[in-house]
């Protein structure tokens, strides 16, 4: 299988595909609504929104949930906000370079 033919497969199956250290991600991202599937800097977006009203509104929860020795959901919060400190940068350069 040639390159194209394999990135035209990855197209098909996924939403986004990307690159990182050689090895190819794909992410299926489900249509909203009818629309489109939003794009990942909007997801990040919606996501970073959610957690930080949670902080804000929410303090003590909060504070529940990243304590690593009695929350499950400690150690999967903390890995997607060290995630979002590489991703979310990148994806907003993405943006704003990307200029048709």
């Not at 929104?49 to 303090?59: A, I």
């Not at 999967?76 to 979310?88: F, G, T």
């Amino acid at each position: 299988m040639t390159l194209q033919g394999r990135w035209g497969l990855l197209d098909s199956l996924f939403s986004v595909t990307e690159e990182r250290n050689g090895k190819v991600r794909g992410i299926a991202l489900p249509a909203v609504g009818g629309h489109p599937a939003p794009v990942p800097l909007m997801l990040w977006w919606a996501l970073l929104l959610g957690l930080s009203s949670l902080v804000r509104y929410h303090p003590t929860a909060w504070t529940r949930a990243i304590d690593l020795d009695t929350s499950v959901l400690a150690a999967p919060l903390r890995e997607v906000i060290d995630i979002a400190k590489v991703r979310v940068p990148e994806r907003l350069l993405t943006a704003l370079t990307d200029v048709p």
